[in-house]
């Protein structure tokens, strides 16, 4: 069922209150925010894993592909599933680096902007630790 027009000038008007008090907060939660190339990657990861998979379980009883006792099939599988793994995880990482930097609106919290702590995982919990002992 369709917004009437009261309701969807409301809804603007809230959304914009909400980009203005927290433009971090709201670029996180807006679903506008995933790329194509990094679903791409992650789809083709997926894809590669199982393929690599299927290699690796189908490797074991081909002898005739075996080079010794080395069933080489089955080793390009897990390769294979090791690349495919990769790809998909890295994706997803670079897919939220992506959120972080673009959500913040060009506007460095003052910690960071003075340099006392690096971005990210560490950054965050260096800050915590930071706040916890000078709040006692």
């Known amino acids: 069922?369709?917004?009437?027009?009261?309701?969807q000038r409301l809804l603007e008007q809230i959304e914009r209150a909400?980009?203005?008090?927290?433009?971090?907060?709201?670029?996180?939660?807006s679903g506008s925010r995933r790329s194509k190339p990094a679903r791409r990657r992650r789809i083709q990861g997926a894809v590669l894993f199982v393929v690599g998979l299927v290699?690796?379980?189908?490797?074991i009883p081909f002898r005739a592909l075996w080079l010794?006792?080395?069933p080489i099939l089955?080793?390009?599988?897990?390769?294979?599933?090791?690349?495919g793994a990769l790809l998909a995880v890295t994706s997803i990482g670079a897919r939220r680096g992506g959120e972080e930097t673009?959500?913040?609106?060009?506007?460095?919290?003052?910690?960071?902007?003075?340099g006392e702590s690096?971005?990210?995982?560490?950054?965050r919990m260096e800050e915590r630790f930071r706040r916890r002992f000078e709040q006692e």
Not at 1 to 7: A, V, Y
Not at 18 to 29: I, M, N, T
């Open 118 to 123: 690096g971005g990210g995982f560490t950054g």
């Open 74 to 83: 089955s080793i390009v599988g897990f390769l294979a599933m090791l690349g």
């Open 68 to 70: 010794g006792d080395l």
């Open 1 to 7: 069922m369709p917004l009437s027009e009261h309701e």
């Open 102 to 114: 673009t959500g913040q609106g060009g506007a460095a919290p003052k910690d960071k902007q003075s």
């Open 55 to 59: 290699l690796l379980v189908a490797g």
């Open 18 to 29: 909400l980009y203005q008090e927290d433009p971090k907060f709201a670029s996180s939660v």
